[in-house]
């Protein structure tokens, strides 16, 4: 009987962390016209993409511990709304990891308005240093 208490102790604690692991609040208010494409932002997007303002943490920060699926920072990363569009119907820029169309619509462009707003507002070149391309290094090639 103590086994199974125990187990699932240890399972209520585990999906605790697991809920609240990656993210942390949106930072604009409700009333912030921006404030819907964060919320889908973090629904859809947070789990790849670092991005202060949705309160997600899904890129890596160190080279060493990077893996395929690691989104963009977009702390970082400046974006237009344009870029986000194309990124979001083709699975990024490199169609490799990023599902195509991953929202459509009106929220496709709420996500893309509100990450051109708040994108690169975070100090440093995290992802120059990670290697991630951006659209410019896609269309010179």
Known sequence: MARRVLIAVCLAAAASVAAGCGSSDIELAEDDPNH???KIFVDRCG??????AAGTQ???TDVADREREDGPNFDDRQESV????????N????GAIMPENIVTGEEMR???EFVAKYAGKGAGDA???LGAPGPES???E
């Open 127 to 129: 992802d120059d240093k």
């Open 36 to 38: 819907r494409g964060a």
């Open 58 to 60: 899904g890129s890596t």
């Open 110 to 112: 709420q996500v893309a």
């Open 47 to 52: 789990g790849c993409h670092t991005f202060e």
């Open 138 to 140: 896609i269309q010179g």
């Open 82 to 89: 344009e870029d986000v569009v194309f990124a979001i119907q």
């Open 91 to 94: 699975g990024g820029f490199s």
